[in-house]
């Protein structure tokens, strides 16, 4: 597999459109697209093709059945977990070259063990909201890497 220089993952999808416009974000930026587990939607699905318009042609886009599937394609890989649960700020890491950021399903999050990896981080939100909208998280933090790393 080839390296890019950024990775986005999202583990069990639940919204086609969301992961469409996320699609349509990493063709546009050169980010490569890892589909993790189970989605909740079929990627032939109309909406998940809408969103991602004529930009799926562009995007290297890979599906693995688990995350230790993805690590052991990238054993060397360094993986950020984006959740609310973290006080470390996003704009706190010094990002690499191939890092990974993972993002978790639209209405839980990632499962805990991620949420309190070291690497867990966070978007800072006014207090008492839920949280972001999926494809909004992931542009947020994939600028955030071409901010500090150009593209």
Request: charged fraction near 25%.
């Amino acid at each position: 597999m080839s390296k890019s220089r950024i990775n986005v993952v999202l583990y069990e999808p639940e919204i086609p459109q969301n992961t469409g416009n996320i699609a349509r974000l990493c063709a546009c930026t050169g980010a490569d697209l890892y589909l993790v587990g189970k989605l909740g939607f079929s990627l032939s699905e109309k909406y998940t093709k809408r969103a991602g318009l004529d930009y799926w042609d562009s995007v290297n886009i890979k599906k693995v059945n688990s995350m230790e599937e993805l690590y052991e394609l990238f054993p060397n890989g360094t993986f950020y977990y984006m959740t609310t649960k973290s006080k470390k700020l996003y704009t706190d890491v010094k990002f690499k070259d191939g890092d990974f950021l993972v993002f978790g399903p639209e209405t839980r999050g990632l499962p805990e063990k991620y949420v309190k990896d070291e690497h867990a981080i966070t978007i800072p939100m006014r207090e008492g909201q839920r949280s972001l909208n999926l494809s909004n998280s992931v542009a947020i933090a994939v600028y955030e890497v071409i901010r500090q790393n150009g593209i």
